[in-house]
T-cell receptor
């Protein structure tokens, strides 16, 4: 079946540094990638939607200059948290739409980010 | 506006009990999909089921069953003879059919934490 590899699974970084999270579709082409954030004991909230080769669309309240999304190819999308602060500590998870698979969502395994 | 409500925040049962997780959704669209996911403590989302709005047949998969009722906008999930390994957070989610056939994102409920005690 479709697999999305997400790395790293856990990362601890210092306040003010940047962290890059990668989601790679291993056996299919992901035309659309959704990025979600989940705070402890809360639901998954959509941050942004990216389509291959175009700029990401951010949800209201999500700073596009802080959360940089790149979807340069059909198999790779990245989320970079720039100048991370402790309040950015969260669980980040990507979800890819497979080309030609209607309403098929494939999730990465998630990245637990801790900013100290 | 689309919305998914999981009114039960936490449920605790003893092993072998049956348990039903409720999900109520709101949408103006006539074409949509409903999902259930399991999220164990490790965090990854485990896909359980997808149901489209035109298929109201109930579904059974082993100890899992789903009851979809459009009349009440509900898509409830029942675990029969629960086991400790069923302990997790369960999310109900909705995806609408966007104009032009493009796929929308998933809208998640707040989740129900199920604890199954031995």
């Amino acid at each position: 079946g479709a697999v999305v590899s997400q790395h790293p699974s856990r990362v601890i970084c210092k306040s003010g540094t940047s962290v890059k999270i990668e989601c790679r579709s291993l056996d299919f082409q992901a035309t659309t990638m959704f990025w979600y954030r989940q705070f402890p004991k809360q639901s998954l909230m959509l941050m942004a939607t990216s389509n291959e080769g175009s700029k990401a669309t951010y949800e209201q309240g999500v700073e596009k200059d802080k959360f940089l999304i790149n979807h340069a190819s059909l198999t790779l999308s990245t989320l970079t948290v720039t100048s991370a602060h402790p309040e950015d500590s969260s669980f980040y998870i990507c979800s890819a739409k497979a080309q030609g698979v209607p309403y098929g969502y494939t999730f990465g395994s998630g990245t637990r980010l801790t900013v100290v | 506006a689309q919305k998914v409500t999981q009114a039960q925040t936490e449920i605790s049962v003893v092993e072998k009990e049956d348990v039903t997780l409720d999900c109520v959704y709101e949408t103006r669209d006539t074409t949509y999909y409903l999902f259930w996911y399991k999220q164990p403590p490790s965090g990854e989302l485990v896909f359980l089921i997808r149901r489209n709005s035109f298929d109201e047949q109930n579904e059974i998969s082993g100890r899992y069953s789903w009851n979809f009722q459009k009349s009440t906008s509900s898509f409830n999930f029942t675990i029969t003879a629960s086991q400790v390994v069923d302990s997790a957070v369960y999310f109900c989610a909705l995806s609408e059919h966007s104009y032009g056939g493009s796929q929308g994102n998933l809208i998640f409920g707040k989740g129900t934490k199920l604890s199954v005690k031995p």
